[in-house]
């Protein structure tokens, strides 16, 4: 295939690799930190992941230290508990989660044959909000405040500061920045994998790997709203004694719990599908043959993810659930096993099928296959409620959720380490270190942790600091502390082989894999050097030539002379180019956006009130600036060559648009959170006789008044989006004010009605939910005050027209929502009072 254009002679490719060269830089010196290239983006997160890791584990190594004698004292109970709480903490929120998001911001863009994925000020936003909330976290511990009340932080005992101290605001505070990070990556992660695949790459030709992330990616939206939620309520219960979870005034610690595990156990299938989606792509690289039933290995992912949100309960069996209850999640438990089987079996299929190349990286998968195997047949037996009674809060637990999260998380991630090294660095990690790593971390693991399963079986506890000697506990753990420390030398031996020197490649595709990724050069700084034509899901092997059609320009995107960064964007399912997007460049807007709110949720967990309000105010105007400065700017031409003798529009609006995808996904994690906010209304209900227990409710009247001024705001939005489009611009501005005098008012009518009649949110938890539901939708509605400012802004600066209205349509989107937030909100607590 060449270009319609023609094939450009040498000179001229050199020109514009020159010029995309010059376009896609990196600043030098102190400036680098401003870049916002994802492929860079990707490599500081997995970096940063990978250092929290190593942090984590040399807190594992103390609390096995502490453990391998009976009634050692090397350390504290205080530190102890800081030291395994940490542990948890770090590895699921600030490891296993992050370590996929850096890997898929790093790989999708060459996987999808893009030059970029469409939002990287979003993904640099993201990175510097993760560490600097990752330091805040992990460093406490070097103050003495860590959180201390385990990774899960259950009420009442993180809930009482006399006994957590500031640990617990610290973890609560510091996670939700950080979530704030993660959220942020599955908005990139699903608006590029949805709408920046290369021409022809139609939704049942992507790559496993963009199929997994794009479910892990809005499983992330489902889980961890609720988990932010919940971080809500905690903190207004210890910074103003709310109380969610005090039972002496109506509360439930159980609400905590069920928020937790919403999160929590969707959580253990967003780490364990991109470990899978790494196998997807290794095996069949080293079977040298497709996969096999790839339909059915998406279902399979498809299904584990949905399934995986009805087993909350699992966690739970031993809190006095009625019978039905555990019943119907003991067989949900046992049900996503038939999911997780049909994946495993396709691996093996595909082995079978072709001639394995038996490698370092398949080496990995396969001894992670083996050890998560093994946790889930232990995940079987604690889903079966009676043995789970006996089994639980025991260390039988720690064993089964190791062998599950490091069989199927950290083998597969050390398996992708060595399958992927080539292609970030041009070079090769030795195969005979990696096998001693391997040797290492599989046999150090299991003598680490099988034991654990005889200890927890005659009865240890788990978050025990000591213990007696005379009970049968002692062998076992000192057997179990050796075994961490040969873990802990594989790992190292990993981190050896990494930083030793070694020679550059002459392949870029030195395992001869099938996928697209391997056609990109890793010291170009752009995802393609020209933007290919896809017919097959394994193009390397099955389009002749691709290599060379690539570099030598023959597809979209053979120059960058308008001196900008630009990338395609393509319909959602059959991939046909729709628009040529320019995507912003090297900023500081970013770094100051997340160090302000950071600043943000540092300063409450001090409680600095006016340090709070500047880092929100500074926030603010990072983030405004950044959008009037890098998204939806009108073009210097309506449309521009691409290429293949296309000419694409440069500026969209509307479902065609990133800016609107995003909005509309963005939307759904904060329904979500919403929607968590009002399951904890109607837990209350159920499990009380009498939920208000005698308290004046807010009335009819004002929640009704409110939710009549959201509608008539809905309207007047809708109106200024439709005189907006036919060019009446002064009523389009007329609409908008309209509506924001409305919105105000609604808000203020929202919140007449507990402060009317006298509802106090520390004296029961019935008023605190009410208040917490009102506040929750007047925020929101000040957040959609700013964006109608916003837009009359853009409006007169002639930036926002009846051509060129992104921004009046994505606040329009908005606005959507939160109508429905308001109908849903004042319609619970105006008409469900339950006044008996």
């Known amino acids: 295939m060449t270009n319609a254009l023609g094939d450009f002679s040498p000179e001229e490719r050199a020109a514009q690799e020159e010029r995309l060269r010059k376009v896609w830089k990196t600043p030098g010196g102190w400036r680098y930190w401003t870049s916002v290239n994802n492929s860079e983006i990707g490599m500081w997160y997995g970096v940063t992941a990978f250092t929290f890791m190593l942090f984590a584990g040399v807190l594992a190594l103390l609390v096995r230290l502490q453990l391998s004698v009976p009634n050692n004292d090397f350390l504290s109970a205080d530190f102890f508990n800081q030291a395994f709480t940490l542990h948890g903490t770090v590895m699921m929120f600030l490891f296993a989660v992050p370590i996929f998001e850096a890997i898929a911001i790093y790989l999708l863009p060459s996987m999808l044959g893009a030059r970029e994925l469409p939002f990287p000020r979003l993904s640099a936003f993201g990175f510097w909000s993760f560490l600097i909330g990752g330091v805040f976290v992990c460093g406490s511990i070097f103050f003495n405040s860590a959180p201390n009340a385990g990774w899960f932080m259950y009420p009442p005992l993180a809930t009482k500061e006399e006994y957590s101290g500031i640990g617990a605001d610290i973890w609560l505070l510091g996670l939700s920045f950080i979530e704030v990070a993660s959220i942020a990556a599955a908005v990139e992660i699903i608006v590029g994998i949805m709408k920046c695949r290369a021409p022809g790459m139609r939704i049942n030709l992507m790559p496993m790997f963009a199929w997994y992330l794009l479910i892990v990616a809005g499983m992330i939206l489902f889980a961890f709203p609720p988990l932010i939620a919940g971080d809500l309520l905690f903190e207004m219960e210890r910074m103003f004694d709310w109380p969610f979870f005090d039972a002496s005034r109506g509360g439930?610690?159980?609400?905590w719990q069920h928020l937790f595990w919403i999160f929590g156990h969707p959580e253990v299938y967003i780490i364990f599908l991109p470990a899978i989606a790494l196998m997807a792509m290794i095996v069949p690289t080293f079977a040298q043959r497709p996969i096999v039933g790839y339909s059915w290995i998406v279902l399979a992912a498809v299904g584990t993810g949905f399934l995986s949100f009805g087993l909350w309960v699992h966690h739970m069996f031993a809190t006095g659930l009625p019978q039905i209850s555990l019943a119907f999640f003991s067989a949900a438990s046992e049900a996503v096993v038939i999911p997780t089987g049909v994946q495993i079996f396709v691996f093996i299929a595909t082995m079978l099928a072709g001639r394995v190349i038996f490698s370092v990286p398949m080496l990995f998968g396969a001894g992670g296959l083996v050890i998560f195997v093994i946790g889930g047949l232990t995940g079987v037996m604690v889903a079966l409620v009676p043995f789970d009674w006996q089994a639980h809060d025991t260390y039988f637990i720690v064993a089964h959720l190791h062998y599950v999260l490091i069989g199927g998380m950290l083998f597969p991630v050390a398996a992708g380490i060595y399958y992927y090294y080539p292609f970030v660095t041009g070079r090769r990690l030795s195969d005979a270190w990696g096998k001693v790593a391997f040797w290492l971390m599989f046999t150090g693991f299991n003598i680490a942790f099988f034991p654990m399963h005889f200890s927890g079986l005659r009865g240890m506890p788990r978050r025990v600091f000591t213990y007696p000697g005379d009970i049968g506990w002692d062998w076992f753990n000192l057997i179990s502390t050796i075994g961490a420390f040969i873990f802990a030398t594989g790992v190292l031996t990993v981190v050896a082989d990494i930083f030793r020197p070694k020679t550059k490649l002459g392949d870029l595709n030195?395992?001869?894999?099938?996928?697209?990724?391997?056609?990109?050069?890793?010291?170009?700084?752009?995802?393609?050097?020209?933007?290919?034509?896809?017919?097959?899901?394994?193009?390397?092997?099955?389009?002749?030539?691709?290599?060379?059609?690539?570099?030598?320009?023959?597809?979209?995107?053979?120059?960058?002379?308008?001196?900008?960064?630009?990338?395609?964007?393509?319909?959602?399912?059959?991939?046909?180019?729709?628009?040529?997007?320019?995507?912003g460049g090297t900023s500081y807007v970013t770094i100051i956006a997340a160090v302000a709110l950071g600043g943000v949720f540092i300063a409450l967990t001090f409680h600095w009130w006016a340090v709070t309000i500047v880092c929100g105010i500074l926030t603010l105007m990072a983030i405004l600036y950044w959008l009037w400065t890098g998204t939806a700017e009108i073009p210097e031409a309506p449309d521009m060559d691409v290429g293949m003798g296309e000419r694409l529009p440069i500026y969209v609006s509307g479902p065609a648009s990133v800016g609107w995808w995003a909005m509309f996904i963005t939307m759904v994690g904060d329904g979500t959170a919403f929607a968590s906010l009002i399951f904890g209304y109607f837990f209350y209900w159920t499990i009380h006789s009498d939920f208000t227990n005698g308290l004046e409710g807010p009335g009819m009247f004002w929640p009704l008044v409110a939710i009549g001024l959201f509608l008539v705001s809905w309207v007047l939005m809708l109106a200024a989006r439709s005189l907006n489009r036919a060019d009446r611009i002064g009523g389009a501005r007329a609409a908008i004010v309209a509506a924001f005098v409305v919105t105000v008012a609604a808000s203020v009518a929202g919140l007449l009605g507990p402060y009317v009649h006298g509802m106090q949110p520390t004296a029961h938890v019935y008023p605190a939910t009410v208040w917490i539901i009102a506040i929750w939708t007047v925020v929101h509605a000040g957040v959609g005050c700013i964006m109608q400012l916003y837009c009359l802004a853009r409006s007169f600066a002639g930036i926002m027209t009846a051509r060129y209205d992104q921004d009046i349509t994505n606040v329009t989107l908005y606005w959507h929502f939160l109508t429905i937030t308001a109908l849903v909100a004042f319609g619970v607590i105006g008409l469900f009072p339950v006044v008996r």
């Open 252 to 255: 439930d610690p159980l609400l």
């Open 510 to 583: 030195p395992w001869k894999a099938g996928t697209l990724e391997w056609t990109n050069d890793p010291e170009e700084n752009w995802g393609m050097r020209s933007v290919p034509i896809i017919t097959s899901r394994y193009p390397i092997w099955d389009q002749p030539n691709l290599q060379n059609d690539i570099e030598a320009a023959r597809f979209y995107l053979p120059d960058a002379k308008s001196g900008r960064r630009e990338t395609l964007v393509t319909s959602v399912l059959d991939a046909k180019p729709i628009q040529c997007l320019r995507v």
